[in-house]
């Protein structure tokens, strides 16, 4: 079982939809993070929010959009999509934003841009 | 630069012992990481250990530091069918922002 969920499990979108991946911890982190998976790849870091402040962004197109109403929650807002967008979404979580505190997934939302 | 490298597949029988291995570059990481990611699920915490010890053992777990060659090696004793898996390397690097420098993972194996 996994202490950060995420929702939906799967999410099927157009390239003119609008939609949100939504992701929840309750383990009292102040760090968490989003992080795009391909197939047979390593997780690639997306964007941090650390103490509730968006503190990396990996030059992500700004048609994916994070925010992170409080320390517990965590969304990701896409709009006008890509199919090369489609991928697993990996959202984490860690005590503190730093390099000596283990990240924590979720199990991802499968996201298919048809 | 920060690399993390990893071989990408090994197989094994059930009841063996499998050893994966990773080299790292970054000699000021502080932590390094040993995540599991099943078909269709997210990865799982296996174990990690601080860049001052040498090994740390967790059950069937079994976790070795060589800093002088940066190599990090997991062994899984008595390796059951639902050890198969993709095995990522990670490594905390020199930002300390938490990202992670992930391996391009090793997909483990086991046959009955």
């Known amino acids: 079982d996994t202490e950060v969920t995420q929702t939906p499990k799967h999410l099927v979108m157009g390239m003119t939809n609008k939609k949100s991946l939504k992701c929840e911890q309750h383990m009292g982190h102040r760090a968490m993070y989003w992080y795009k998976q391909k197939a047979k790849k390593p997780p690639e870091l997306m964007f941090v929010?650390?103490?509730?402040?968006?503190?990396i962004n990996e030059s992500v197109p700004s048609r994916f959009s994070p925010e992170c109403p409080n320390s517990s929650l965590l969304n990701l807002h896409l709009h006008a999509l890509q199919p090369e967008d489609s991928a697993l979404y990996l959202c984490?979580?860690?005590?503190?934003?730093?390099?000596?505190?283990?990240?924590?997934f979720g199990n991802g939302t499968r996201l298919t841009v048809t | 630069g920060e690399d993390v490298e990893q071989s990408l597949f090994l197989s094994v029988r059930e009841g063996d012992s499998s050893v994966i291995n990773c080299t790292y570059t970054d000699s000021s990481s502080t932590y390094l990481y040993w995540y599991k990611q099943e078909p269709g699920a997210g990865l799982q915490l296996l174990t990690y250990?601080?860049?001052?010890?040498d090994m740390k053992q967790d059950q069937r777990l079994t976790v070795l530091l060589n800093k002088k060659d940066k190599h990090l090696s997991l062994r899984i004793a008595d390796t059951q069918t639902g050890d198969s898996a993709i095995y990522f390397c990670?490594?905390?690097?020199?930002?300390?922002?938490?990202?992670?420098?992930f391996g391009q993972g090793t997909t483990l194996q086991v046959k009955p």
């Open positions: 990670a490594e905390s690097g020199s930002s300390n922002t938490g990202k992670l420098i």
């Open positions: 984490a979580s860690s005590q503190r934003g730093q390099g000596n505190s283990p990240l924590h």
């Open positions: 929010y650390s103490y509730e402040k968006l503190s």
């Open positions: 250990i601080f860049s001052n010890m």
